[in-house]
């Protein structure tokens, strides 16, 4: 039974984790529904200030509203971008420090990802965002 031990949360089938400061965590995780259909979780985990333990806001994405939410996102940070701060150097932000304990950072970028299906499997195809408007972003 897929819901053996009281574990209701289902397991991913690949998972990405971006760092965000030094409290904050964004986790992208591709999870499968019992009829073998997949979904998109997105969670913010901030560390609570002053207390132990994570604030999680989770949002879930599904299959048919993919390229929409591609399109809206990018749209947004290009508003942002183009029209409110023109001027900010944005790929200043593009380096990551390892958190303590972790390693020297050569060659880390914060991000870590742990796929359980080849990656070129988990890819969403998304034709309204092309690598070159990602490397916008």
């Known amino acids: 039974m897929a819901y053996e031990n009281n574990d209701k949360r289902m397991e991913s089938v690949y998972s990405k984790r971006?760092?965000?400061g030094k409290r904050r965590t964004y986790f992208f995780d591709v999870r499968a529904t019992r009829g073998n259909d997949y979904y998109?979780?997105?969670t913010e985990s901030r560390k609570k200030f002053n207390e132990d333990g994570y604030d999680r806001h989770k949002i879930f994405l599904y299959?048919?509203?993919f390229n929409k939410f591609i399109k809206a996102l990018g749209e947004a940070v290009d508003y942002?971008?183009?029209e409110?701060?023109?001027d900010f150097d944005f790929d200043a932000y593009n380096h990551d420090a390892p958190a303590e304990g972790e390693?020297?950072?050569a060659g880390d970028n914060g991000v870590e990802h742990s796929p359980v299906i080849p990656?070129?499997?988990a890819k969403i195809d998304t034709?309204?965002?092309?690598?070159d408007e990602v490397d916008k972003w």
């Not at 034709?127 to 690598?131: C, G, L, R, T």
């Open 103 to 105: 390693g020297n950072g």
């Open 119 to 121: 990656e070129t499997e």
């Open 40 to 42: 998109l979780t997105i």
């Open 127 to 131: 034709p309204a965002a092309s690598a």
């Open 63 to 65: 299959k048919e509203d």
């Open 18 to 20: 971006i760092r965000a």
């Open 80 to 82: 942002v971008k183009t």
């Open 84 to 86: 409110l701060m023109p």
